[in-house]
């Protein structure tokens, strides 16, 4: 039973048509010395401004807990990166970008299938007949360096059919951990308005 509000971000667990997930992920540029944390489950976009264009990073640069991306075009999840330590020039991989890493070879991993299918926990009690609907992610807690897990979490006021939502509910996890009507509903979502379906792309100046 989901009793306690213990967010994680989006775990990759299949895509539509229940094929599973097979581990894949791209490998994303991350701009030298990009300030804002990336966690483990944090949605990602690519920057569209001069600096950095074409770079990775987080949904949104403001980390509080009550912060909510209720549109955005956005082109995956966040599951790891790799880079060479500017202190000790030794090449690292880890669970979660820290922020502010000055090295040319930062790269982010990211589950950026389209329709690729997440889990994560929502902020309140979500019924059967949200199924189907769309919603806001909130950040519930911020990520967690120990763990490296993300803080979002799927906003449980936000449900509605409005097209320019983030999140698709496209099933409720039932497990032992949750089932559907819990306090803290697990769901299965996919990302809405994703970059790789979306027709505009990046500018090129």
């Known amino acids: ?13 299949n895509r539509l048509g229940n094929a599973g997930y097979n581990g894949a992920f791209s490998k994303i ?27 990775l990073r987080r949904c949104n640069t403001t980390v509080t807990t009550t912060t909510v991306t209720s549109s955005g ?4 999840v966040f599951i ?9 020039q030794k090449w690292l991989q880890r669970q979660y970008y820290p922020g502010a890493i000055n090295a040319a070879d930062v790269y982010g991993f ?3 299938d ?29 990520g967690s360096t120990f763990s490296g897990n993300s803080g979002l979490a799927f906003d449980a006021s936000s449900v509605a059919n409005t097209t320019t ?9 039932n497990d032992g951990r949750s ?9 299965f979502v996919r990302i809405n308005n994703h970059f790789h379906t979306s027709l505009t792309g990046i500018a090129a100046s």
């Open 29 to 55: 540029k991350i701009f030298a010395n990009e300030t804002t944390p990336i966690f483990n489950g944090d949605v990602t976009q690519l920057i569209a401004s001069s600096t950095g264009r074409g770079h």
């Open 1 to 13: 039973m989901a009793t306690t509000l213990a967010p994680y971000g989006f775990k990759p667990v």
């Open 165 to 173: 939502l983030p999140l698709r509910i496209v099933g409720f996890a």
């Open 73 to 76: 075009t956005f082109n995956g």
């Open 179 to 187: 089932s559907v009507g819990d306090a803290y509903t697990e769901v």
């Open 114 to 142: 389209p329709f690729a299918v997440f889990r994560c926990q929502a902020d309140d009690t979500l019924g059967a007949l949200t199924f189907g609907c769309n919603g806001s992610m909130i950040q519930t807690a911020l």
């Open 110 to 112: 990211v589950v950026d």
């Open 80 to 88: 790891g990166c790799e880079y060479t330590d500017p202190t000790s």
